[in-house]
């Protein structure tokens, strides 16, 4: 079980950003949320599953109860995944 665990949430959001035509790519606010979040210290950085999430919920397509549940799965599946690579 190599990256099954991290590609069912991972695949299933990626799908559905394929359907709504909606990519990855950070807009101009994602950037300047990025440049507050780093001017108070903190450094947050989205992979493009979690990118896309943050897209999807935008654009109308999920809402926050639906973006919170796929992404506390696709966290817990990615940490899953590196217990099992570092066993």
């Given amino acids: 079980m190599s990256r099954s665990a991290t590609d069912s949430v991972a695949s299933e959001v990626r799908k559905l950003a394929a359907e709504h035509q909606i990519s990855a790519d950070r807009d101009s ?3 300047m949320a990025v440049t507050i979040t780093r001017l108070a210290g903190d450094v947050v950085e ?7 999430l943050v897209n999807l919920k935008r654009k109308g397509v999920l ?9 506390g799965r696709y ?3 990615k940490r ?5 690579l570092s066993a």
Avoid: F, T, Y
Avoid at 80 to 84: E, H, L, N, V
């Fill in 29 to 31: 606010l994602s950037c």
């Fill in 46 to 52: 989205l992979d493009g599953v979690e990118q896309l």
């Fill in 63 to 71: 809402n926050k109860a639906e973006i919170m549940a796929l992404q």
């Fill in 75 to 77: 966290l817990q599946e």
């Fill in 80 to 84: 899953r995944s590196k217990k099992q």
